[in-house]
Nanobody, 126 residues
Framework: QVQLVESGGGLVQAGGSLRLSCAAS????????MGWFRQAPGKEREFAAG????????HYTDSVKGRFTISRDNAKNTVDLQMNSLKPEDTAVYYC???????????????????WGQGTQVTVSS
């Protein structure tokens, strides 16, 4: 079992930056791929970014490429999402998730992730 706790959300103006962090419990964190998903009001949850177990492979949805950077520190059991040049359309609840299955690249599919955090709200004002 892995427990995930997100932090770092808040209110920011368009063009600003936020850094989300996800702290994981459990000794198996370093073997899991990790993902950040987000859910905007009235919309389905969607993939934002993912990172492989060793950080060697990352993947981003097109709308955040060049603005968001996912990283992890297996020694600290954390995975971060640096978000720059934020836009109002980035407003959402952001969730951290863990995938137990080894895959060639981080999955973009919600059902592939086994453990989820409670989410953290990000609001970008125009």
């Amino acid at each position: 079992q892995v427990q995930l706790v997100e932090s770092g959300g808040g209110l920011v103006q368009a063009g600003g930056s936020l850094r989300l962090s996800c702290a994981a419990s459990g000794r198996t964190f370093s073997t899991y791929a990790m993902g950040w998903f987000r859910q905007a009001p009235g919309k389905e949850r969607e993939f934002a970014a993912g990172i492989s177990w060793n950080g060697g492979n990352t993947h981003y949805t097109d709308s955040v490429k060049g603005r968001f950077t996912i990283s992890r520190d297996n020694a600290k059991n954390t995975v971060d999402l640096q978000m720059n040049s934020l836009k109002p359309e980035d407003t959402a609840v952001y969730y951290c998730a863990a995938d137990r299955i080894f895959r060639g690249r981080p999955s973009i599919t919600e059902v592939d992730y086994d453990f989820w955090g409670q989410g953290t709200q990000v609001t970008v004002s125009s």
